[in-house]
């Protein structure tokens, strides 16, 4: 699936935007790599993450892959944008698959010896098991 993000047309590849903290600079042409996914290892400023984790996000890009590719991680996303709710799994873990052995982990139990199994299967072959992590 391909996601086309437009990005604001300007005549300079660097911008002077006034926000609430000051002065920013953003280089609109680092941000469009980031947001295309093109950045190779380039490290973004600040502002310049936060404007291009804003397009992300606003394009409806998931959390996760917005932190990689703005190269920061979710909980800066999170005090950058606590609007931006994560999705909540409605079924609790089940016994017997990795999220059922990761949340034995979580409690600090023993896991059970069909969650050792479905996690042992998961880091084995991790793409048979998409839809049940």
């Known amino acids: 699936m391909t996601t086309?993000?437009?990005l604001p047309r300007?005549?300079?590849?660097?911008v002077f935007v006034s926000g609430r903290d000051g002065l920013a600079v953003i280089d609109t042409i680092a941000v469009e790599r980031a947001v295309t996914g093109n950045?190779?290892?380039a490290t973004l400023t600040t502002?310049?993450?936060q404007y291009a984790a804003s397009l992300l996000l606003e394009a409806g890009i998931e959390y996760t892959l917005v932190a990689v590719q703005v190269g920061v991680d979710r909980r800066t996303l999170r005090g950058w944008f606590p609007e931006q709710?994560?999705?909540v799994r409605s079924t609790p873990p089940v016994c017997g698959?990795?999220?059922g052995y990761k949340a034995h982990l979580r409690r600090g139990e023993?896991?059970?010896t069909g969650c050792k199994a479905a996690a042992a299967t998961a880091r084995r072959r991790p793409w048979e098991l998409e839809d049940a992590a």
């Open 4 to 6: 086309s993000i437009r």
């Open 10 to 14: 300007m005549a300079a590849p660097t």
């Open 39 to 41: 950045r190779n290892d």
């Open 47 to 49: 502002d310049e993450a």
């Open 85 to 87: 709710t994560r999705t």
């Open 97 to 99: 698959t990795p999220r």
């Open 110 to 112: 023993i896991a059970c």
